[in-house]
T-cell receptor, first 113, second 112 residues
């Protein structure tokens, strides 16, 4: 399978704990995006990377959130001191730099209890 | 500010009939639009797109129409099949960065 891969698929954590998600993009794609989707909403942009450089962060990305893409390959999204409001589906997508068509992974569903 | 709007949360059609999903946008700078389809517990998958220099793009059973003066686009599925039952999102890329602005989605149910 050469699509976008996300791990884990599901995560249940207690409020206040830290969680980290991983995304492996399609290998030749140099752009990588993180989105968050809550019930009844479309995906909302969080941040994106071109190669290893993080070029934009949404206002939705509070100080508790950090994303990295070392070496321009896989990416991690960490949420520190999780809150119940962080419960959502976290989606990763990748694309070629000059393409507007992004390919999404299956997402990581986070539940904060 | 919802720049991409899908005002119908749900749509139910009979198998074999046409499904029409609508999308409105407010930003006249958008020059490209995409439709994604999402099944439960899966990520969105790209379906079809249209550039603002066109008013129609067709791919098999799927056709997207763009009316720039009305800032409106629609996705037509004909004939509809039960496997088309999913949530459909309209999206537009913001600037050159490529990050997408999505509507809230329309849940399509195609009944056998």
């Amino acid at each position: 399978d050469t699509g976008v891969s996300q791990d884990p698929r599901h995560k249940i954590t207690k409020r206040g704990q830290n969680v980290t998600f991983r995304c492996d993009p399609i290998s030749e794609h140099n752009r990588l995006y993180w989105y968050r989707q809550t019930l009844g909403q479309g995906p909302e942009f969080l941040t994106y990377f071109q190669n290893e450089a993080q070029l934009e962060k949404s206002r939705l990305l509070s100080d508790r959130f950090s994303a990295e893409r070392p070496k321009g390959s896989f990416s991690t999204l960490e949420i520190q001191r999780t809150e119940q409001g962080d419960s959502a589906m976290y989606l990763c997508a990748s694309s070629l730099a000059r393409s507007t068509e992004a390919f999404f992974g299956q997402g990581t569903r986070l539940t904060v209890v | 500010d919802q720049q991409v709007k899908q005002n119908s949360p749900s749509l139910s059609v009979q198998e074999g009939r046409i499904s029409i999903l609508n999308c409105d946008y407010t930003n006249s700078m958008f020059d490209y639009f995409l439709w994604y389809k999402k099944y439960p517990a899966e990520g969105p998958t790209f379906l079809i797109s249209i550039s603002s220099i066109k008013d129609k793009n067709e791919d098999g059973r799927f056709t997207v129409f763009l009316n720039k003066s009305a800032k409106h686009l629609s996705l037509h599925i004909v004939p509809s099949q039960p496997g088309d039952s999913a949530v459909y999102f309209c999206a537009a890329p913001r600037g050159s960065q490529g990050n997408l602005i999505f509507g809230k989605g329309t849940k399509l149910s195609v009944k056998p």
